[in-house]
């Protein structure tokens, strides 16, 4: 994308589990949610540049899903996800830290420009009424209960 986009946003959950698990449902998560009807009209709406789920799956380089193309997938440590629509230009990065044996932290970031009025009026919506921040602290949560399940059945033999 060029130059780097400002800096909206951070947020990052401990998990209960390796990076290994963590990054299999990190992609898992992200292309069943991108999938659902609500997610592909919105990407229709703002005319996302990617609106459909293309690509090597897991997750790599060259991926898509709406709104959404992978710039950068290192397995088990960073996943960066850039996209642009008539609103905003954006990225997505997400980053995944051992912390020790079956304990990882994994972190969301956030940047993106979102030129003119029209611009600023959207960021105005998603971002200065928390939406953004609700959206992606869910999401984290969610990959972090399913990560845990995943790691627990692991253990357990199932």
Known sequence: ?????PYVDEHTTVIAAGTEVVWRV???TLDRSSSRPGAV?????VDCADRTASGPRP???????PGFRVTTAVPGRELILEGRHRFSTYALTFRLEE?????????????????????RLYRRLVIGTGGHGVGV???????RRRSEERAGDGHRGR
């Open 1 to 5: 994308m060029g130059d780097p986009l």
């Open 26 to 28: 990190l992609g898992n």
């Open 41 to 45: 009209g919105y990407a229709r709406l």
């Open 59 to 65: 997750l790599a380089e060259g991926s898509t899903f």
């Open 99 to 119: 912390l020790g044996p079956g304990r990882s932290s994994l972190r969301a970031e956030t940047r993106a420009a979102f030129p003119g009025l029209t611009g």
């Open 137 to 143: 602290r869910r999401l984290l949560a969610g990959i």
